[in-house]
């Protein structure tokens, strides 16, 4: 995690299998640069995926997960090629962008207000 300034602390903990990773804002208003934080999965991971977001951008690169679940009060969701098993995001006010999405089961997408863009991977060529 970046932060500058006095940024926020980040707080992790698991129980029953669960990772959790929240970031806590101190209290007041807060101006200039926002907080990054990083998260990496292995390339093999197949466990559930949950990503809440109350105000900031969301995005991710070849991201592979059992189900994803992400929701947003306020920010865009981003991610370049997603393999997963269901997928079901919503944001109140943002744009969903989805390069590259493979998925055994159900896509559900929603927004409030912005645009939401979902492009299929498309099936390998036979080989002869």
């Known amino acids: 995690m970046v932060t500058y300034g006095k940024g926020p602390e980040l707080n992790v903990s698991e ?4 990772v959790t990773i929240a970031i806590d804002k101190p209290a007041g208003l807060s101006v200039g640069r926002q ?5 990496s999965l292995p390339d093999n991971y197949e466990g559930a995926v949950e990503i809440e977001s109350g105000s900031g951008d969301v995005t991710a690169d070849n991201l592979t997960a059992g189900d994803l679940t992400f929701d947003s009060g306020s920010g865009d969701f981003e991610v370049k090629s997603l393999k997963a098993s269901r ?3 919503r944001t109140s006010s943002g744009n969903i962008r989805i390069d590259a999405a493979e998925s055994g089961g159900d896509i559900a997408l929603s927004t409030s207000s912005g645009e939401i863009r979902l492009q299929k991977r498309r099936a390998a060529a036979a080989s002869r």
């Open 15 to 18: 129980r029953d299998g669960v």
């Open 35 to 39: 907080p990054r934080l990083a998260v």
């Open 87 to 89: 997928i079901d995001g």
